[in-house]
Antibody
């Protein structure tokens, strides 16, 4: 699939960050892939935010806790990221990604992120 | 959390020479189904990260064969047999064993001498 990201580049402190990733070339409900968001603060490394499988099962970084939600809009074939109560520490480039996974009787197991979006720079500032 | 530790953090290399990056995990990444849950990515300047190696040693589609991954359990290595100028970037390892807490190494910056 191909991933096209969109969303505001500036968010005020305490407000909600909302980003969208429009998928082409496959459906977000396809069992072929799983979907995720990763971010990169300025000058720092990569940090996983969360992942979602075609069934709707999602996993989130414990460090973000209940502030983060990943969801899918099947009518638009889009993946969404919502991060509430943002602070300056949430300033980062946010990447949408898709990848392959492994499934067995005990659950879903991610294997890799083989396709990445171009990234969206989000700055949290008043 | 599974902590991923890369070394070195900076790697100056002469073109044509080999290079290797180490990645160690705080616990074994060997899945009960027999595969290693370790990937390698490179982020070239101004670009998004791209997958190089998955499952410890499987080159991704289109990745030149000068890149190879090895290791098992807690110790993994990414090798470049002959570095080219286009290989400049930051290399990350990433573990996927912990489905609910995927983690990356700190990154290794490869530069051309």
């Amino acid at each position: 699939p191909q991933l096209k990201q969109s969303g505001p580049g500036l968010v005020k402190p305490s407000e909600t960050l909302s980003l969208t990733c429009t998928v082409s070339g496959d459906s977000i409900t396809s069992s072929n892939y799983f979907w995720g968001w990763i971010r990169q603060p300025p000058g720092k490394g990569l940090a996983w935010i969360g992942t979602m499988y075609y069934s709707g099962t999602a996993y989130y970084s414990p460090s973000l806790g209940s502030r983060v939600t990943i969801s899918g809009d099947t009518s638009k074939n889009q993946l969404s990221l919502r991060l509430t109560s943002v602070t300056a520490a949430d300033t980062a480039v946010y990447y949408c990604a898709s990848g392959t996974y492994y499934y067995n009787s005990t659950g879903y197991y991610p294997i890799d992120f083989n396709t990445w979006g171009l990234g969206t720079q989000v700055t949290v500032s008043s | 959390d599974i902590v991923m530790t890369q070394s070195p953090l900076s790697l100056p290399v002469i073109p044509g020479e080999p290079a290797s990056i180490s990645c160690r995990s705080s616990q074994s990444l060997l899945h009960s189904d027999g595969y290693n849950c370790l990937d390698w990515y490179v982020q070239k300047p101004g670009q998004s990260p791209q997958l190089l190696i998955s499952l410890g040693s499987n080159r991704a589609f289109g990745v030149p064969d000068r890149f190879s991954g090895s290791g098992s359990g807690t110790d993994f290595t990414l090798r470049i047999s002959s570095v080219e100028a286009e290989d400049v970037g930051i290399y990350y390892c990433m573990q996927t064993l912990q489905t609910s807490q995927i983690t990356f190494g700190q990154g290794t910056r490869l530069e051309i001498k």
